[in-house]
């Protein structure tokens, strides 16, 4: 699962101008970090001032139960004032510490330390939203090492002056972070506390490579033994991908950004974690051989797009325009993958990515849903129902852009259109929404697209892509391999419940009634063969078979006449 929490606070801006009349400063708080131990481990010790608030307590907030992690007061120790005679009384289940006896307006001056959680074994991919303290490197997101004035934690929006100090890392240790890469003094100025508390701080042993960018810092940062590819193979994909989605949306506003990668081993199968922050993207990937540089180059692709789309063009309604979002970060993921050459891709890419998308749809039970049934429960409590607004919404991106294309003669393209949004909601504040794309629509097209949006988004028609393929003149075929099981387990997945006897786990062997005693499934694979071993009549049966059956399916065919029309 991705999780993304990009926050581009510009509720901020106001709330600096209504404050400025009643204050005559914003608020500061100041941290100071230092690589320290706590009962032989290895700790973060923060130390932070900040001014008393009114009344005679000053609660600091720590939120014991964040980005799905629980108990995250495990990690704070040795909570105490470091100058005054107060009190602290540490309340977890409060999501706070209480600094009692303070005057308003006196600086307080609170000191705690970060630990590693004895269960955040650092090589437990689940555990990426947990703090990492080790005697090698640090990797904490920010809200769970700074503690935040519950007074200022209360409004996500207010603007605070934040410092940081870094005391204890020196060469070759290295300081990298959301606001910046080595500067052990770092004043951040004004910010917003959510994007302050929305990234990612590491050091230690981490190696930082840099790109500039039109004057922009590019860095990526990332440590341990990587097994299936260089620091330099990844750090040149995120160079291309960056460049080529700056260039598309001419878009050079952002002075530093930073990609921090942390490996985890795991045995068998690829992972990844990713979460967008505050001029950054923080990834955990699993470190083996089935992981490829081809899954980084997407994931890069995917997550950094949504800088614009999803972001800054941002949904009026979540689910509602997921379509659009992940849709169309998906078509502009592969479209700009093979249009810049990204990783040595070219259109061969674009065609895969398309014809597989097009099986994957097809074969989804829930094809045919409406856009409503995409909602926050489905979305989150189904895979199936979770990757409908991807496809849906790539296909329909995909037919629109050769649309735009074939009507202007190549002069323009669904790119326009994707600028022109970009340009209307930095201008308005606007929202995407079905109508505001139908709006910035109309100019690139000659029918009316309300029509064809409503059946193929919001009712869930199948695109008529024969019909597309056959008016640009381009090659296709119909019939496609697509994955097939073959078989049902019973709900405790210990038996074999039915089977198909067209399929080619019935040809196999595979028999109803089988008990499974081991099974390696890559689900969804038609590449990788499925193995099992069923007990029979008291005897041990090895069953192996490629999971795969023929479907009529539509697939667009790789030609140097389809590679000519998308590259015109
Ligand atoms: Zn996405």
Redesign the pocket.
């Known amino acids: 699962m991705?999780l993304?929490r990009l926050n581009w606070g510009i509720a901020g801006l106001f709330l600096v101008l209504a404050l400025s009349c009643q204050r005559e400063t914003t608020p500061e708080v100041v941290y100071e970090i230092v690589k320290s131990t706590h009962e032989g481990r290895p700790a973060l010790e923060v130390r932070m001032a900040f001014e008393a608030p009114e009344g005679e307590v000053s609660p600091v907030a720590y939120q014991n139960n964040a980005w799905g992690e629980t108990d995250m007061f495990r990690h704070i120790r040795d909570v105490r004032l470091l100058e005054g005679n107060g009190e602290v009384v540490v309340l977890a289940d409060s999501n706070r510490v209480e600094v009692k006896r303070t005057r308003p307006g006196e600086q307080v001056y609170l000191s705690y330390k970060v630990v590693q959680d004895s269960a955040t074994a650092s090589g437990d991919p689940d555990k990426s939203y947990r703090p990492h303290v080790t005697p090698d490197y640090f990797h904490v997101f920010s809200h769970n090492l700074f503690m935040m004035p519950a007074h200022l934690d209360a409004e996500p929006e207010t603007p605070v002056h934040f410092r940081l100090r870094w005391r204890g890392w020196e060469h070759p240790e290295v300081v990298h972070n959301s606001f910046g890469s080595n500067q052990k003094e770092q004043n951040l100025g004004v910010l917003t506390v959510a994007r302050f508390h929305s990234a990612i701080f590491t050091g230690g042993d981490f190696r930082i490579y840099t790109d500039t960018i039109e004057g922009n810092a590019l860095h990526l940062a990332t440590r341990g033994q990587w097994v299936p590819f260089t620091d330099q193979e990844v750090m040149n994909v995120l160079s291309q991908t960056v460049r080529a989605q700056r260039r598309f949306w001419d878009d050079h506003s952002q002075e530093y950004f930073t990609v921090t990668m942390r490996p985890y081993p795991q045995e068998r199968g690829s992972s990844f974690q990713g979460t967008g922050l505050t001029n950054s993207f923080a990834t955990s990937v699993s470190n083996n051989m089935e992981t490829e540089l081809d899954q980084l180059l997407y994931l890069f692709n995917?997550?950094l797009m949504?800088n614009w789309i999803?972001h800054t063009i941002e949904n009026e309604s979540e689910e509602a325009q997921y379509w659009f979002?992940?849709g169309f970060?998906e078509y502009y993921t592969v479209k700009n993958i093979a249009s810049n050459g990204i990783g040595g891709k070219d259109w061969g890419y674009f065609i895969e990515y398309l014809n597989e998308t097009i099986r994957l749809l097809e074969t989804s039970p829930v094809r045919g849903e409406p856009n409503s049934a995409i909602t926050y429960e489905t979305f989150w409590g189904s895979r199936d129902y979770e990757k409908l607004p991807y496809r849906r919404g790539m296909l329909f991106a995909f037919y629109l852009d050769q649309q735009i294309r074939a009507v202007s003669d190549i002069k323009k393209s669904l790119d326009n259109l994707m600028r022109d949004l970009l340009e209307e909601v930095r201008r308005s504040g606007a929202r995407l929404n079905a109508g505001l794309f139908l709006e910035k629509a109309r100019p690139y097209l000659v029918e009316d697209l309300a029509p064809f949006l409503e059946a193929h988004i919001e009712q869930g028609v199948p695109l008529p892509l024969e019909d597309l393929f056959t008016s640009l003149g381009l090659e296709y075929t119909i019939g496609a391999e697509v994955f097939d099981l073959g078989f049902e387990f019973d709900p405790d997945r210990a038996r074999v419940q039915s089977v198909d006897t067209a399929s080619v786990a019935y040809a196999t062997g595979l028999r109803e009634g089988d008990r499974v005693v081991s099974r390696s499934i890559y689900m969804g694979s038609t590449t990788k063969e499925v193995e099992l071993v069923v007990l029979r009549d008291g005897k041990r049966v090895p069953i192996q078979y490629l999971p795969v059956r023929r479907a009529p399916i539509i697939q667009l065919s790789d030609t140097p006449d389809t590679h000519r029309w998308f590259s015109k």
């Open positions: 991705i993304t995917h997550e949504h999803g979002s992940e970060t």
